[in-house]
């Protein structure tokens, strides 16, 4: 039987086992917070964090097992994953653009340099550690629980709906929009699942937020 001093160093160690995890968190959403700020210093103060919150995020690929973070696939992908998933952003990037091109929709980003860093870098990471992460695990999970027709399908999709309609609110939002945003839901879905790793889903969203705040930079 454990010793009460043994028992106390455990429960030390469990919890510094846990310190990639918390610092992710308590990094990730100060700086998604600072930079949707109007302030200017908090702005500037969300460089930081997200400058750390990068720096820890790339170096605990792989690493993140513990309470909660388990669930969300945080692996690394290789470089031709990484260069495919860059590609896909893009295309389906320029795919959007010639949409609202088409039917005369603006895709509506707005041009603030700090609203773009948050979109572009800690936007996609935050939706998809939920959306493709969370939410998706909990759908695959119950899909084969209750032997739903297709399940990874089945989830990919239902995944991409919900992505979608957390959209809904946001102002002057069209039905356009919403339906290019859960096909892209379901785009990143399928790399989820296909590489193992929610980073492949990130590092397609981040391209493809990038690749439209660029077309709206340069007036496409």
Not at 93 to 121: C, E, M, N, Y
Not at 190 to 209: D, E, F
Request: hydrophobic share 55%; aromatic share 10%.
């Amino acid at each position: 039987m454990p010793a009460i001093g043994e028992k106390a160093v455990g429960r030390r160690s469990g919890v510094l086992a846990c310190w990639r995890e918390v610092l992710f968190w308590m990094l990730l959403l100060p700086a998604f917070s600072a930079l949707a700020s109007t302030a200017p210093k908090r702005q500037a103060a969300g460089l930081l964090e997200l400058s750390g919150f990068l720096l820890v995020s790339i170096s605990s690929l792989g690493r993140l097992r513990n309470p909660g973070l388990e669930f969300v696939a945080w692996e690394r992908i290789n470089w031709r994953a990484a260069i495919r998933c860059v590609l896909w952003g893009i295309s389906t990037a320029a795919g959007a653009v010639l949409v609202s091109k088409f039917s005369r929709q603006p895709i509506g980003l707005t041009l603030d340099w700090h609203r773009a860093v948050l979109i572009v870098l800690l936007g996609p990471v935050l939706e998809e550690i939920v959306c493709r992460g969370y939410v998706l695990t909990l759908l695959l999970h119950l899909a084969k629980r209750t032997a739903w027709p297709f399940p990874r399908l089945a989830a990919v999709v239902a995944a991409a709906v919900i992505f979608a309609a957390a959209h809904a609110g946001n102002a002057g939002i069209t039905w356009l929009q919403l339906s290019c945003i859960a096909a892209m839901g379901c785009l990143y879905g399928t790399l989820r699942l296909n590489y193992r790793s929610t980073v492949a889903a990130v590092l397609t969203h981040s391209t493809y937020n990038l690749a439209l705040c660029l077309s709206s930079w340069l007036g496409m």
